[in-house]
């Protein structure tokens, strides 16, 4: 149940000021409500928990993990 | 997943990811550089002790880096008053819905049935769902019940109920049990009322930070001291956050470290926040084991009172410990006292096919995750 899990977005709809989205879950596909402001659509990969969209993912994400990884290593071997 | 060796764990861990020896060598080059020192890294998250365990991590740590298992899971700190008194309902012909990881949950001491499932075995009325959105379907079809939705969980789950309630997009047969428990609180609890748990970092939950924001923790690097790093939950992403921890350790400057930077905002989602303080109002909650930790609990604001199990049943908070099961440490392990092995009814009364205790009920409850991952526990100890 406390289990975020990335998923793709693959229909969004609005009934009055919530809006809802079927996701893909690795090939199982599933309603939830959209809980973010932030723009997504179909296509873009998000983060849904019990049910509801809390966060995109934002796709600098490797570029941004390997920046900490430098900053964390450079400094180290300096 | 579970079950595997901590060699072909450890293996498969390298060939996806081959920068993970380079970051080893750079936690274990950093811990040297500490001396003696011993370092008490606490992960907040279930999910995050699962990543720990199931892929062998600890194995990797160096002697004077120990993880610690801590408070995060919510099934384990939900009372067990709520669960007796949800149980009595189910009997009386209300329909209780629950996520699957409440489904098992014990009631308190001697109760019986000691759980919606074994009420449910008894004829009792009790549906388990995937998400609220499919509860308030559901209770639609079934226009002529009276329905329950238990409601726990973290800031993470919060919104599934807070924006169906906000605007009103909720059938009137059914109501919210709201057990939901706030992170951040328990965080500080532990550090002011645990002496007896050294931690000396923290790899903060990465969802809930993502609705609640990465400065939320700032007060544990502002008034303890503590390093902490906001972590996503792959293996690599947990390897970089000790070794954040680290660096900070030796360079003694404590700080607040966004490694998830790519769901995690500082401020969090807006619009989760917005609606969960629209809905919810903060009150002092009873956390099973531990006791009543301020601030820590949310419950329906007056206006709407209408969709309030809590009101309309007479479900109320009692933190009396009459939760706490004979012989049964999930309070202590939830607090990272001791060690799911500590116990003497690991793996001997309470396994994750019969569990005792609420730690072994949820999938993100320490013991369930250890038992789940015996092969690498094992190895390591």
């Known amino acids: 149940m406390c289990l975020g899990v990335p998923a793709k977005i693959v229909r969004k709809w609005g009934e009055g000021a919530i809006t809802y989205a079927e996701v893909d879950l690795g090939g199982v596909t599933k309603e939830v409500i959209v809980a973010t402001d932030e723009e997504v659509g179909v296509g873009d990969y998000v983060i849904v928990h019990a049910g509801i969209v809390i966060s995109k993912i934002s796709e600098d994400e490797l570029e941004e993990t390997l920046k900490l990884y430098k900053e964390l290593s450079l400094e180290e071997t300096s | 997943m579970s079950g595997m060796d901590l060699k072909t764990r450890l293996r498969e861990l390298f060939v996806k990811n081959p920068e993970t020896p380079e970051i080893v060598r750079l936690i274990k080059e950093l811990a040297r550089r500490l001396g003696g020192e011993v370092v008490k890294i606490m992960d907040f998250c279930g999910t995050h002790e699962w990543t720990i365990t199931s892929y062998g991590l600890r194995s990797l740590m160096p002697e004077n880096v120990e993880l610690i298992a801590g408070p995060g899971c919510p099934v384990c700190v939900t009372p067990g008053h709520y669960v007796e008194g949800l149980v009595k309902l189910a009997l009386e012909g209300v329909n209780v819905f629950t996520y699957g990881d409440a489904f098992k949950l014990p009631s308190v001491k001697g109760a019986k049935p000691r759980s919606l499932a074994e009420a449910k075995m008894l004829g009792g009325k009790v549906t388990v769902v995937y998400s609220f959105l499919d509860a308030i379907k559901?209770?639609?079809?079934?226009?002529?019940?009276?329905?329950?939705?238990?409601?726990?969980?973290?800031?993470?789950?919060?919104?599934?109920?807070a924006e169906p309630v906000y605007n009103m997009a909720i059938p009137k047969n059914l109501t919210i049990l709201s057990a939901h428990r706030l992170t951040p609180p328990i965080m500080r609890y532990l550090l002011e009322n645990v002496r007896e748990v050294r931690v000396d970092g923290i790899i903060a939950p990465g969802h809930v930070s993502a609705v609640i924001g990465y400065k939320e923790w700032e007060f544990l690097v502002r008034d303890?001291?503590?390093?902490?790093?906001?972590?996503?939950?792959?293996?690599?992403?947990?390897?970089?956050?000790?070794?954040?921890?680290?660096?900070?350790?030796?360079?003694?400057?404590?700080?607040?470290?966004?490694?998830?930077?790519?769901?995690?905002?500082?401020?969090?989602?807006?619009?989760?926040?917005?609606?969960?303080?629209?809905?919810?109002?903060?009150?002092?909650?009873?956390?099973?084991?531990?006791?009543?930790?301020?601030?820590?609990?949310?419950?329906?604001?007056?206006?709407?009172?209408?969709?309030?199990?809590?009101?309309?049943?007479?479900?109320?908070?009692?933190?009396?410990?009459?939760?706490?099961?004979?012989?049964?440490?999930?309070?202590?392990?939830?607090?990272?006292?001791?060690?799911?092995?500590?116990?003497?009814?690991?793996?001997?009364?309470?396994?994750?096919?019969?569990?005792?205790?609420?730690?072994?009920?949820?999938?993100?409850?320490?013991?369930?995750?250890?038992?789940?991952?015996?092969?690498?526990?094992?190895?390591?100890?």
Not at chain 2, 139 to 151: K, M, Q
Request: some cysteine.
């Open chain 2, 224 to 381: 303890f001291n503590i390093p902490t790093v906001v972590s996503g939950f792959e293996p690599v992403d947990v390897l970089l956050a000790i070794l954040a921890v680290l660096k900070c350790k030796v360079e003694g400057k404590p700080s607040l470290i966004n490694e998830y930077v790519r769901v995690v905002k500082p401020d969090g989602n807006l619009r989760a926040k917005k609606i969960i303080n629209e809905v919810f109002k903060t009150v002092d909650s009873y956390w099973r084991g531990i006791g009543v930790v301020p601030s820590s609990g949310a419950l329906l604001r007056e206006r709407f009172a209408d969709f309030d199990a809590s009101l309309r049943y007479g479900i109320v908070e009692r933190p009396d410990f009459s939760d706490v099961l004979p012989g049964c440490r999930c309070g202590e392990v939830t607090l990272g006292k001791v060690k799911p092995t500590s116990c003497p009814l690991f793996m001997k009364a309470c396994t994750p096919e019969n569990p005792y205790g609420p730690c072994m009920v949820s999938s993100e409850g320490t013991c369930r995750i250890w038992a789940e991952n015996l092969h690498t526990i094992l190895t390591e100890l």
């Open chain 2, 138 to 161: 559901e209770a639609g079809r079934r226009g002529s019940e009276e329905h329950v939705f238990f409601a726990v969980g973290f800031e993470t789950t919060m919104p599934a109920v």
